[in-house]
């Protein structure tokens, strides 16, 4: 089913096709507790919930996320394209959000909390950015194909923590 954004016109073919894929994400993550079989995701996703940074609307993302005190890292990878995902702006110009997380202690095996958003830099940056190419080689892929875009990551901290 097209979203208001398809049914208008206002988003290409790319967009649409990102987000008929996301939206089967989010289900899927939804209707099993977080776990996502889909290329092999597992339970290494978040749902973030993002404010857009143009339209003050709710958008929400699924995102490849590494468990990190107390919070989670996240990469603005876009799968090596050379800019960066618009959840990302969304995340610098609102960085109070809500994040879906699984938990096997939640009744329908989801939490959501809310968060804060900060970007990492220099040598935070890139020693989080080694967790990712660690976790998986397509991570250092997208960084070759993405280049000489810099990919960004953020952490994910509980509100309060």
Do not use: C
């Not at 997380?101 to 900060?118: K, M, Q, S």
């Not at 950015?129 to 991570?139: H, K, L, N, Y």
């Amino acid at each position: 089913m097209a979203g208001p954004a398809e049914r208008r016109g206002l988003i290409g073919i790319k967009e649409r096709t990102t987000l008929n894929w996301n939206d089967g994400i989010i289900e899927e993550f939804r209707a099993n507790r977080g776990h996502v079989t889909t290329m092999g995701f597992g339970d290494r996703l978040v749902l973030v919930h993002s404010i857009g940074a143009k339209t003050g609307r709710t958008h929400v993302f699924p995102v490849a996320a590494i468990p990190d005190d107390g919070g989670w890292l996240i990469a603005a990878s876009k799968a090596g394209a050379p800019d960066n995902p618009a959840w990302y702006h969304n995340l610098l110009a609102h960085p109070d959000v809500d994040v879906e997380v699984p938990d096997p202690n939640a009744a329908d095996g989801i939490r959501t909390l809310a968060v804060h958003a900060t970007e990492l830099t220099g040598a935070q940056r890139d020693a989080a950015w080694e967790r990712f190419t660690g976790a998986s080689p397509a991570f250092a892929d997208y960084a070759t194909k993405a280049a000489p875009r810099v990919i960004p990551v953020l952490r994910l901290l509980p509100r309060g923590h």
